[in-house]
């Protein structure tokens, strides 16, 4: 069965570094999300993605964060100068099309601990 | 504005209990998914369940059951015969209709099953 795909699966880094966080969703999926869960909280939506271009994002992905598709199999986030509070885990997840009707399918995530 | 709401926080139960979560949720949407996630220890998401808002059967799968009340905007969660492995946060959550899919989750509950 297919599957999201992330890496690294954890990740430390000091404060004001930037990061990549890496995902490949499934194949046919043209849907990408990428969410974050502060530790013990509940997990967050950040942006969404489709056609090559950011479609929605929340009050938390500012400046800081960007994404890329700059291949056809991989979707990144890139936090360019990290902050204490950027220590989460993040999930990234992809369907097939929209309007709802496909399960998202969330990756395993990358545990990133900013230090 | 959308929103989850699992008001347990915690629940501990002894092996074998039956044990129901609860979730509310809130949305002007006519048209939209509701979702039950399973999060065990080691920190992957595992999909449980997507019920679209038109179809308010119940669904058993198993030991677990799911009940949708869209009159009181209620998709509660029932493990019967809880067994230790559902140890777990378990968070509902809602995705609108738009083509973005993006999904708000609860804050989740903490399930601890005693052996």
């Known amino acids: 069965e297919p599957e999201v795909t992330q890496t690294p699966s954890h990740q430390v880094t000091q404060m004001g570094q930037e990061v990549i966080l890496r995902c490949v969703p499934i194949?046919?999926?043209?849907?990408f999300y990428w969410y974050r869960q502060i530790l013990g909280q509940k997990v967050e939506f950040l942006v969404s993605?489709?056609?090559?271009?950011?479609?929605?994002k929340s009050e938390i992905f500012d400046d800081q964060f960007s994404v890329e598709r700059p291949d056809g199999s991989n979707f990144t986030l890139k936090i360019r100068s990290t902050k204490l509070e950027d220590s989460a885990m993040y999930f990234c997840?992809?369907?097939?099309?929209?309007?709802?009707?496909?399960?998202?399918?969330f990756g395993p995530g990358t545990r990133l601990l900013v230090l | 504005a959308q929103k989850v709401t699992q008001a347990q926080t915690e629940i501990s139960v002894v092996e074998k209990e039956d044990v129901t979560l609860d979730c509310v949720y809130e949305?002007?949407?006519?048209?939209?998914?509701l979702f039950w996630y399973k999060q065990p220890p080691s920190g992957e998401l595992v999909f449980l369940i997507r019920?679209?808002?038109?179809?308010?059967q119940n669904e058993i799968s198993g030991r677990y059951s799911w009940n949708f009340q869209k009159s009181t905007s209620s998709f509660n969660f029932t493990i019967t015969a809880s067994q230790v492995v559902d140890s777990a946060v378990y968070f509902c959550?809602?995705?609108?209709?738009?083509?973005?899919?993006?999904?708000?989750f609860g804050k989740g509950t903490r399930l601890h099953i005693l052996p």
């Open positions: 997840a992809s369907i097939r099309g929209g309007q709802g009707k496909e399960t998202q399918y």
């Open positions: 194949s046919n999926h043209l849907y």
């Open positions: 993605f489709y056609n090559n271009e950011i479609s929605e």
């Open positions: 949305t002007r949407d006519t048209t939209y998914y």
């Open positions: 019920r679209n808002s038109f179809d308010e």
């Open positions: 959550a809602l995705s609108d209709q738009n083509r973005d899919d993006k999904i708000i």
